[in-house]
Nanobody, 130 residues
Framework: RVQLVESGGGSEQAGGSLRLSCAAS????????????MAWFRQAPGKEREWLAG????????YYSDDVKGRFVISQDNAKNTLFLQMSSLRPEDTGMYYC???????????????????WGQGTQVTVSS
């Protein structure tokens, strides 16, 4: 089972930037890591966990929710099995716990539902003040 560990959260003022990282490990022997879809989710207090961005490792194809398109960038460092989320033009409504997620295959990589996810990180808190 894939283990995911996020880092890079913190507090920032509106309009600022933060970069989140997610270190992945524990791939089963023989499993091709490029068959995975990796994603970032956010959960604000009192709200459901929502999908923000995804990337299919094999092709590098990226996907974004309308809310973050143009402000956030998802990327990968395959050599280090690390996923990133560069967040810019932060808004107070971006506040929440950010989770790294993974699943096998490309199906629904562009709009993952939490039930599609097979591995979750522990989350990292992002707080944006006005």
């Amino acid at each position: 089972r894939v283990q995911l560990v996020e880092s890079g959260g913190g507090s920032e003022q509106a309009g600022g930037s933060l970069r989140l990282s997610c270190a992945a490990s524990g791939y089963d022997y023989g499993v091709q890591t490029d068959t995975f879809c990796m994603a970032w989710f956010r959960q604000a207090p009192g709200k459901e966990r929502e999908w923000l961005a995804g990337i299919y490792i094999g092709t590098g194809t990226t996907y974004y929710s309308d809310d973050v398109k143009g402000r956030f960038v998802i990327s990968q460092d395959n050599a280090k099995n690390t996923l990133f989320l560069q967040m810019s033009s932060l808004r107070p409504e971006d506040t929440g716990m950010y989770y790294c997620a993974s699943k096998r295959g490309s199906f629904r990589c562009g709009s993952l539902d939490p039930v599609d996810v097979t591995s979750w990180g522990q989350g990292t808190q992002v707080t944006v003040s006005s």
